[in-house]
């Protein structure tokens, strides 16, 4: 059956270093994969789309890998702060097919 | 620019009982989305218009379920009859392009209880 998980419920880094979220799917053959930043309340904001012949995107801080032979992609945030607890999501997409969420890693990051 | 808002922010209501959700999509999006949240599980979508029409429904639980979009803007998600499975968050997402090429903006969601 068509699964996506991300690497654990939660996970707890010191401020400054770098996040490392991963998300693996099995049964899927996605052409693209994005990442979402969720805070409580609130409904996902989009951060980060990569496409499956990229095996890298970049943005300020953030970092994106798209591995299709491992079937994962890793979500790397550097200098990690404060600010930058919640949950992040990552969701798959294949032409016009549906987004297809993990359940998401809540991030916290002590300082 | 106004963002995809979602009407009530909660609602409370009884088995049995009909509940109707409202999203406002950012202006100009042609394409509007239902996902629903249920506790302990992931995200899943529900259903994808594209101005007035139903591009796709395949996430709809069941037939208790009915969304509208007349005339392309706003939509509402009605249940009715509302059952204790339904209790969860629905979001509304919006965006200009389909698939891939379309970045969906969420709204904020709404808490649907059913007790």
């Known amino acids: 059956s068509q699964k996506i998980e991300q690497n654990s419920e939660a996970l707890n880094i010191q401020e400054g270093k770098t996040a490392t979220l991963t998300c693996n799917y099995t049964?899927?053959?996605?052409?693209?994969l994005q990442w979402y930043r969720q805070d409580p309340g609130r409904g996902p904001v989009f951060l980060l789309l990569?496409?499956?012949?990229?095996k890298e995107k970049r943005k300020e801080r953030l970092k994106v890998t798209f591995d299709t032979t491992l079937k994962q992609s890793l979500f790397h945030i550097t200098a990690s702060q404060p600010a930058d607890s919640a949950t992040y999501l990552c969701?798959?997409?294949?032409?016009?097919?549906?987004?297809?969420f993990g359940k998401g890693t809540r991030l916290s990051v002590i300082a | 620019e106004a963002g995809v808002t979602q009407f009530p922010s909660h609602s409370v209501i009884e088995k049995g009982q009909t509940v109707t959700l409202r999203c406002d999509p950012i202006?100009?999006?042609?394409?509007l989305y239902w996902y629903r949240r249920v506790m302990g599980k992931e995200i899943k979508f529900l259903l994808h218009?594209?101005?007035?029409?139903?591009?796709?429904e395949s996430g709809m639980p069941n037939n208790r379920f009915l969304a509208e979009r007349t005339g392309g803007t706003y939509s509402t998600l009605k249940v009715q009859p509302a059952e204790l499975e339904d209790s969860g968050v629905y979001f509304c997402?919006?965006?200009?392009?389909?698939?891939?090429?379309?970045?969906?903006?969420f709204g904020p969601g709404t808490r649907l209880t059913v007790t």
């Open positions: 997402a919006s965006s200009q392009d389909t698939g891939a090429r379309g970045e969906q903006y």
């Open positions: 049964n899927y053959s996605p052409a693209y």
């Open positions: 990569i496409r499956e012949n990229e």
């Open positions: 969701a798959l997409i294949s032409g016009n097919t549906p987004l297809v």
């Open positions: 202006s100009g999006h042609d394409n």
């Open positions: 218009f594209v101005k007035e029409s139903k591009q796709d």
